[in-house]
């Protein structure tokens, strides 16, 4: 089985300020993760995936994300937000065993940057 | 460039009649398909996932069903919609490696009342 936690429902951070958008997740193997954001009334769009090798991973619009092994974590990060970032995030996580054709999402976290 | 197609955009529909939500893909071939509701702007639920023409999986029993006549053309419909089907609708689509992302049409919000 295979699950992934977005513990805050929404982050708020001043434009300009760094922010993290947080995502624990757990599968049977290793998994395969990734990042979306959603605009109002529109669809997802891919950010950026963690599949192996480097644990920082970058992706659009300056966003990244640290891949922490120990920790189950793939927090989401950007050194300086902006106020068009606002909008909400889902993490998602496919274990690689199994050859599984379904992805799990979060429940999304609501960005909020503040002018 | 591969590009995905959803409509209608929005949608308002009585309670008991039915329907049919359309989503094409252009610009690949034997793309795994899927619907997604989204309730209360918020979580993801998979309604049905496709690997293949003819091909449905269902992952919770309900008031829809899903098919998919052509290898790029994914339909979700029901015979008599209830008030709890009211939501935004999302199909996506991914290549069949298990690394690759998914990439999402623009949705469909419909309200049944």
């Known amino acids: 089985a295979q699950s992934v936690a977005q513990p805050e429902d929404q982050v708020n951070v001043a434009e300009g300020n760094p922010l993290t958008v947080k995502c624990t997740y757990s599968?049977?193997?290793?998994?395969?993760l990734f990042w979306y954001v959603q605009y109002p009334n529109r669809g997802l769009q891919f950010l950026l995936k963690?599949?192996?090798?480097?644990?920082l991973v970058k992706g659009s619009y300056g966003f990244e994300a640290e891949f922490n092994k120990s920790q189950t974590s793939f927090h989401l990060k950007k050194p300086s937000a902006l106020v068009s970032d606002s909008a909400l995030y889902f993490c998602a996580v496919r274990d690689r065993a199994g050859g599984y054709q379904k992805v799990t999402f979060g429940t999304g976290t609501k960005l909020q940057v503040i002018p | 460039s591969q590009t995905i197609h959803q409509w209608p955009a929005t949608l308002v529909q009585p309670v008991g009649s039915p329907l049919s939500l359309e989503c094409t893909v252009e610009g690949t071939s034997n793309p795994n398909l899927y619907w997604y509701r989204q309730a209360a702007g918020r979580g993801l639920q998979l309604l049905f996932y496709?690997?293949?023409?003819?091909?449905i999986s269902s992952e919770v029993p309900q008031n829809l069903s899903a098919s998919r006549p052509q290898d790029r053309q994914f339909i979700l419909s029901s015979k008599k919609l209830l008030l709890s089907d009211s939501g935004f609708y999302l199909c996506?689509?991914?290549?069949?490696?298990?690394?690759?992302?998914?990439?999402f049409g623009q949705g469909t919000r419909l309200t049944v009342v």
């Open positions: 996506a689509w991914r290549t069949g490696g298990p690394n690759t992302e998914a990439f």
């Open positions: 599968v049977s193997g290793n998994p395969y």
């Open positions: 496709s690997v293949g023409i003819g091909q």
């Open positions: 963690y599949i192996t090798g480097d644990n």
